[in-house]
């Protein structure tokens, strides 16, 4: 993929000058990355893919504001989480209920008398991780999965989200603290099973 | 030896801690620092990736066929909008006319201003070429920084910062111009690069959603857009400062 960022180039100014086969290459060169991208932070199929074809409009409005001081990848790349972050927001509104009660069921989760068999299957751990980072605010689940999955430093990060890189670290550490908060017994739990 | 925070912790999990080396050394010294680096470690390394859903390797043409059409429908829109062009440049054209015969009608009513303007001489033009276009980055990084410190969700009503930003642009085209005439190719470029993001707010709707407000934090940071023109605002200031001001000059010779 990182071979065709010179390609891009000449695709990016193509489509700029109105050929629709120019941008159709950028998006069949890059979407497959930025539906990765896009379920790793959305976490269901149906919004990746709204967000692959909402970062793709956005990117095409933008176009003539692309100035090549980045890679094009890079460039959508930030687009396609700012869609991802947005689509977060207006989930977040409509689902704020159903979020509470899956934060009431996950806390029941935690609490109820830990049976080794049930604690050391990590499918259990994996679903309750899923629930906390759905619990998350769009800014904190988007940093800590940048960082945590992606690899991007604080500084990049920030960058991507328009934020200040402290501000960037302090949104994973507040994520980690809630995975803490609501993992902490399980995880202990599980992990004494497995070395006991 | 200072104690170690959380923070700190998470940081050096992720290998960003800047004292990593000195952090190491005292996790592998301290029972308890190992304790509770372990208790994070155990969380963090049970966040495992989702299995992503496989896509087809078609999955890209499929993208673009649902896309098509869309763009399609955005073309013709900005068709339309192009026809209009020549209409819009005749009205700047207009302006500039309307401004320049304003100057003359000024410079007519009042005399002693109009022979102020004539003595400043290439001096003072270049000084107020400066320090006009100084005050003009100054205005428009006020309008960008507060609009990309806007972090509140939902939908605002930037009215007032769209007419701000549609008067910029329009200064900001003019003293380009007089940039680029007057040799300063990297204010001219700074100017051109500024005047994008511009022209994307003033021909922007008047109520936009927060996700407008990334985007425009994108693109200011894109070229680092904010940081040149404070840096350069900052030079010309100070170049425009340096130049001889005539008339104060002719007002200190008339003082002694």
Not at chain 1, 85 to 102: A, N, P, S
Not at chain 1, 119 to 144: D, H
Not at chain 2, 123 to 138: C, M, N, P, S
Request: proline share 3%; glycine share 8%; hydrophobic share 40%.
């Amino acid at each position: 993929m990182r071979g065709m960022e010179g390609n891009d180039l000449e695709l990016v100014e193509q489509a700029r000058a109105g050929d629709s086969d120019a941008f159709r290459g950028l998006v069949e060169g890059h979407s497959q990355r930025i539906f990765r991208t896009a379920f790793r932070l959305t976490g269901s199929e149906q919004n990746a893919e709204d967000v692959v074809q909402e970062a793709f409009l956005r990117a095409y409005r933008k176009l003539h504001l692309f100035d090549g001081r980045s890679q094009f990848g890079t460039w959508l790349h930030r687009i396609a989480v700012n869609c991802a972050m947005d689509l977060m927001r207006k989930e977040g509104r409509r689902t704020q209920r159903e979020t509470i009660e899956e934060r009431t069921e996950l806390e029941a989760m935690v609490n109820r008398d830990p049976r080794p068999d049930r604690m050391a299957e990590s499918s259990e751990v994996g679903q309750a991780v899923q629930q906390v980072l759905l619990s998350l605010s769009p800014t904190e689940r988007t940093a800590f999965l940048l960082r945590h999955f992606e690899g991007h430093t604080s500084a990049e990060i920030g960058r991507i989200l328009g934020i200040r890189p402290g501000a960037s670290r302090n949104a994973v550490f507040r994520a980690v603290k809630k995975l803490r908060a609501a993992l902490g017994p399980m995880v202990e739990e599980s992990h004494e099973v497995s070395h006991g | 030896m200072k104690s170690v925070t959380d923070e700190q912790l998470i940081l050096y999990y992720y290998g960003e801690a800047s004292d990593a080396e000195e952090l190491g050394r005292q996790i592998e010294a301290s029972a308890e620092l190992q304790r509770r680096f372990e208790a994070l470690r155990g969380i963090l390394d049970s966040v495992e990736e989702p299995e992503i859903p496989e896509r087809h390797p078609s999955y890209g043409s499929a993208v673009w066929h649902r896309l098509a059409p869309q763009l399609e429908q955005r073309r013709s829109r900005l068709w339309d909008w192009e026809l209009l062009k020549p209409r819009r440049e005749w009205a700047l054209v207009a302006a500039t006319l309307l401004l320049v015969v304003g100057a003359f009608l000024a410079g007519r009513l009042w005399p002693r201003q109009q022979v102020e303007l004539a003595a400043v001489g290439y001096d003072g033009q270049e000084r107020i070429l400066l320090l006009t276009v100084a005050k003009h980055l100054e205005k428009s990084e006020m309008l960008l920084v507060e609009l990309a410190n806007t972090r509140d969700n939902g939908e605002f009503d930037i009215s007032a910062e769209r007419q701000l930003a549609g008067q910029l642009r329009s200064d900001s085209r003019l003293y380009r111009q007089a940039a680029k005439q007057s040799g300063q190719a990297d204010v001219a470029a700074l100017l051109e690069q500024l005047e994008r993001v511009l022209v994307e707010l003033a021909n922007g709707p008047e109520m936009i959603p927060s996700s407008d407000l990334g985007d425009l934090r994108v693109l200011l940071d894109e070229g680092d857009l904010l940081f040149k023109v404070r840096v350069v605002g900052s030079r010309l200031r100070e170049e425009g400062r340096g130049l001889k001001n005539p008339a104060s000059e002719e007002r200190s010779a008339l003082d002694v």
